[in-house]
């Protein structure tokens, strides 16, 4: 006998080699960077989410690096108007959440989710680099193109958009798989890791703001007082400590293999259920089509128990005669209850999907027009001459952020755990409620700020006056409200989708909740445009003019509050009506 091999020391007793055997690999059929069943004391967990919540804190210094004054770039470096600068940014920040779909169809279905963030995060720091290129040296952006058409600015303009949107496209794959990719590090079938996954979400959320914050403090200072070279120069070299630290992790990570289109089950349902419309479901869900055995067809993916909503897809499921007459069964014609399961998941997520967008609507103002707002503000601090920029007053609203998160794993989880019984204290669709109602305040407090700051216009006659005399620092109030109801929000969605979406789908949840940042940029640019053609017409200077003192912004304001208001309405009513995916066993 081989006496270095502690699987045949026992291999007399056959039921404690596979109890070793259980206790020394992952059992969700996770593998390591070699292509071998995952160790469970080797990788994940833990260790390997140090890598990866390394890299998204520093994506996000990349990142915000980038954005969060990007729209006072537009206006005195690229000469935009307020409008025209709010909406590029509202559509170029669009395209970075929206990008994450595609990102997480190649990875959940062809390469995986380890080389599709690796391949991504180089590209994303090759725009960067280029974007850094075209700030730090516009003279020379003129000669790539034909002096009579274009003139340095419109150069620097064409090279910027085109960083800018190389970045969206590459942060598409990062984006949409790095927040999966930790939660991955930690076995479902293991109750001692699953228990840790909640706790994930909200450190993941909280390690990001702080590279959020490094952006809008540190960052925005150089780029206002330095240079937009050194500026952007600082967010490309955290992209590419970021993608080094990935790498860095390759020997601890577990990863899933990729499963093919995910799209081909849900268009087998949906064709199953037309070409047996006419058939009746039996009321008994048992006698609908499942295989046997604990293993669902679908590579990556648990059973999941029967559901009553959709009942026209259940048709799919249920087994004629004709589905055996070629001693095969065609997956066209007959499909399994876990397949028709994941089909109503994704279905019923698209109610709590679409409430959230007007949520994104108002909290993408805190890098856009209530910047625009600060910019109107005095900056400067006390009796120094040092004066913050607008755009580093986010810091208040991640500071929040960085204050709530700890206070909601240690103290509200514990307290609503004992009133409600549920081990995370309140249900994911609980806490993305309750950010809703506090977001209805941080409009409230913005809207009441541009009508202080009218009144002190109009009483002085400080039309032409930029800045007026009153503090940025009364923004305060807003970004603190905004950043309370992110950690209720944005991580509540975060583990959401994560966890509601088919196993095999992951990739795609995150993607869900990215693209619920995409359409409330969008939607946030097509008000905008909305408003400025209402509001102008017959020569008025509208709500949102170039000179903010001739404006009314708060309109603005209250106009998301009211839409928040209503959708929070809505939200309650399909919250009631959802069903949680439920899984066999």
Request: hydrophobic residues 45%.
């Amino acid at each position: 006998m081989e006496q270095n091999s502690p699987h045949l020391i026992l291999s007399s007793d056959e039921s404690m080699y596979v109890l070793l055997d259980n206790c020394l690999y992952t059992t969700d059929g996770t593998v390591d960077y070699r292509n071998r069943p995952a160790n469970r004391l080797k990788t994940g967990s833990w260790k390997a989410c140090f890598f990866i919540i390394a890299t998204a804190s520093f994506e996000r210094l990349a990142f915000f690096g980038m954005s969060a004054n990007l729209l006072l770039y537009f206006k005195y470096e690229l000469n935009e108007h307020s409008a025209t600068a709010s909406r590029n940014l509202s559509n170029w920040t669009g395209a970075c959440y929206i990008a994450p779909l595609f990102g997480a169809f190649v990875a959940d279905g062809y390469v995986g989710k380890y080389w599709t963030i690796a391949s991504t995060s180089i590209v994303y720091a090759i725009g960067i680099t280029l974007l850094t290129l075209s700030a730090s040296a516009p003279e020379w952006m003129s000669t790539l193109f034909t002096t009579d058409a274009y003139n340095v600015t419109d150069a620097q303009t064409i090279i910027c958009f085109t960083a800018l949107y190389l970045v969206a496209v590459a942060s598409g794959g990062l984006k949409a798989c790095i927040a999966a990719y930790g939660a991955d590090q930690f076995d479902d079938n293991d109750k001692a890791e699953k228990k840790f996954k909640s706790s994930y979400f909200n450190w993941y959320y909280q390690m990001m703001n702080i590279g959020n914050l490094l952006a809008h403090s540190l960052v925005v200072w150089v780029q206002d007082n330095v240079g937009w070279d050194w500026g952007f120069g600082i967010p490309a070299l955290a992209m590419a400590t970021g993608v080094v630290l990935f790498f860095s992790g390759t020997w601890f990570y577990r990863n899933h293999k990729p499963r093919g289109s995910p799209m081909t089950s849900f268009f087998q349902v949906v064709v199953a259920s037309l070409k047996k419309k006419n058939t009746i479901v039996p009321t008994d869900a048992l006698l609908l089509y499942e295989i046997s055995g604990a293993n669902s067809t679908i590579t990556g993916s648990r059973k999941l128990d029967h559901t009553t909503n959709f009942r026209f897809f259940d048709k799919a499921a249920v087994e004629t005669p004709s589905d055996r007459a070629k001693g095969s069964i065609n997956p066209w014609s007959l499909c399994t209850v876990t397949q028709v399961e994941e089909l109503k998941t994704m279905l019923r997520l698209l109610p709590i999907w679409i409430t959230g967008i007007i949520f994104s609507t108002a909290r993408s103002q805190m890098d856009n027009l209530v910047v625009l707002q600060g910019s109107f503000m005095d900056t400067q601090v006390g009796k120094s001459s040092f004066n913050i920029p607008p755009a580093s007053l986010s810091t208040f609203g991640i500071l929040s952020v960085i204050f709530w998160v700890p206070v909601y794993d240690q103290i509200i989880v514990p307290l609503t755990r004992k009133l409600t019984n549920h081990p995370n204290g309140l249900t994911q669709l609980q806490r993305i409620g309750t950010g809703y109602f506090i977001s209805i305040f941080s409009m409230l407090s913005a809207g009441i700020l541009e009508v202080i700051r009218l009144n002190i216009v109009k009483r002085h006659n400080y039309y032409e006056i930029s800045p007026i005399p009153i503090s940025i620092f009364w923004q305060v109030p807003q970004f603190l409200l905004m950043g309370c109801a992110e950690v209720f929000t944005l991580v509540g969605q975060m583990e959401f989708f994560y966890e509601q979406v088919p196993d095999s789908m992951r990739s795609l949840g995150s993607a869900l909740r990215l693209m619920i940042i995409a359409m409330g940029n969008y939607t946030s640019s097509l008000l905008v445009s909305i408003v400025i053609k209402v509001t102008t017409k017959d020569g008025k200077p509208g709500w949102i003019p170039d000179n903010l003192n001739y404006g009314k912004l708060q309109n603005f304001f209250w106009l998301l509050a009211v839409l928040s208001l209503i959708n929070l309405g809505v939200f309650v009513v399909v919250a009631k009506w959802h069903t949680s995916k439920r899984v066999v066993g």
